[in-house]
């Protein structure tokens, strides 16, 4: 324990505040597990397990229907935005958004709502913002997937205060273009690769997004060049250039078709896939997922970046994003979250949880 | 002095043997160049002078015609390929080809003719395979210009033993084609430089070279990519994409032509020009280079790559290439030289220098 202490009594905006300022850039998050596995373990409606620097707390009430509330306590790298400033409708700082607004909303949660009519199981986990080896929610699945069984789970992801659904995959390959060396001098001698990587940007430049609509929302594909690199030197023609592509696709298509259409979509080059991670469809016919969108309002958007919705998809659970922040200022050094964004969710949760009561 | 002796009473080709075993990376030529006065300082009929690692060496018998006999005496850096090897018909191993084979028919020469019919200066300089501003004949043409001053300048770089005349100048610039970042997952919001880089790709695909015939020569221009590289992140749309291209250009273009060229070739781009070297026209109207040109055999190719007969061009020089060796060895690991040009080149050189005696 280093001391630090989170007061869950205090309302969510100062709650926020204090997360924050307990900096916890992905692989440094003790501190602020420590924190909070103080601050929960003071709750005696709830039964805390600790793997690594991730933490789950859960009621169990018999409910029938249990829901997962989950967010991760780590952070991109710090850039001269600590500690937390608020200026009075926006709390600014690294983490304000990604997602440290929604960690204290569901710490309110766990705290002041004793008896919720569905069993609630919080995730507070770790090392998210890295890679999926250091994943805590994936060390959690494999783990003691027990812990997180459940029929519907909320991640609180920035997602503008709204439910965001489903999620989008994404494909990485590198598309090699192959040549001839020689001397630039006598440059027909050789065969330039880079040149002929222009057919390879002439295609992305041509390619027509697919947007389908799944369960009445529409996804909006993407098909990118997100790196290009060749050349051996000033008076060499390059025997090799290499495209690297990000293909984000929607959640009605598998990783295994997502590649066969890139393979199709570059006939004739030569293709190695270097990431890959499915998409995860909407979910929102299950009764769980159901009753939580018409709690909040029932807005629905499409998710179009990939986040852990689809880790849970994966184990069966149906899951949303639903956080406070605008999802385009995460990462960035003016990362901000407004405060109502963040008193708004608590309440439609609380509302949401205490439904029947 | 290190010890290391050249004999110039051997045979030429034992001589270039000698040369290569005695390495010179560029800014390593002291051992050399040691060795090189030390044989100079031995010949009663020239004076010679050093420069750093730059030696020159001039007769003085009041010819009504003076030429220089040029070569570097630097290589590039060792790539496996050192000491020396004599297969009977051929001499492997770094330098042979360029250009030792070169430096050592200048030493046999400057040894055995006492008394040639032009008076000639023999040059051997350092640095010419680095960055322009260590070459040793640019300091010497800095330093003492009166020592090179001549009406005719041959080249020992490697041209297979015929003569080569003129040389294309060459211009690196850069492309900068510009973006806007996003999110790969929200692609649209953003513009990708990568892509946008395309169209400067097809205009070189589509580039058709110019192939001017200069005094009976025919130049062949090249205008292509020599790298490429752009790429944020692998998740971001990237906003900027450089595409360095050289273009090399027949002599009957300045800089300042081949510049504004370019410059319309790639309209709508950024463009900066970060090297640029003159080309050298062959020059062949003037008596001493047509009698140069007749006493190895009337035959003349152009000279695609630059050489420093630009530089000698610059002084007012007339020059030509003519060396033992075909240069797509040049720079290789399976560097070499054939034997026979070697002692073809020394025998040529020899007849042309008694010719009138």
Known sequence: MTGMLLDLNADVVALTEAVVDIESVSRNEKALADAIESALSGIEHVEVTRIGNSLVARTDLGRDERVVIAGHIDTVPLNRNLPVRNDGSKLHGLGTCDMKGGVAVALRLAHSVPEPDRDVTFVFYDCEEIDDIYNGLGRIASER?????????????????????????????????????????????????????????????????????????????????????????????????????????????????????????????????????????????????????????????????????????????????????????????????????????????????????
């Open 145 to 357: 997937p027990d812990l997180i069984e459940a029929d519907f789970a909320i991640l609180m992801e920035p997602s503008d205060a709204v439910v965001e659904a489903g999620c989008q995959g994404t494909l990485r390959i590198e598309v090699i273009v192959r040549g001839q060396r020689a001397h630039s001098a006598r440059s027909w001698r050789g065969i330039n690769a880079i040149h002929g990587a222009g057919e390879v940007l002439r295609r992305l430049q041509e390619y027509d997004a697919r947007r389908p609509v799944i369960d009445g929302l529409e996804y909006h594909e993407g098909l990118n060049a997100v790196a290009i690199h060749g050349g051996v030197a000033g008076n060499v023609i390059p025997d090799e250039c290499v495209v690297e592509v990000n293909y984000r696709f929607a959640p009605d298509r598998s990783q295994a078709e997502a590649e066969e259409f890139v393979r199709e979509f570059f006939a004739g080059f030569d293709l190695a896939v270097t990431d890959s991670a499915p998409g995860a469809l909407p979910g929102l016919d299950v009764p769980a997922a159901k009753a939580f969108v018409e709690a909040v309002g029932g807005e629905v958007n499409p998710k179009f970046g990939w986040t852990d919705v689809s880790r849970f998809t994966a184990l069966g659970v149906p899951a949303v994003n639903f956080g406070p922040g605008d999802p385009m200022f995460a990462h960035k050094q003016d990362e901000h979250v407004p405060v109502e964004h963040i008193e708004r969710c608590e309440l439609q949760l609380r509302d949401w949880l205490e439904a029947e009561l």
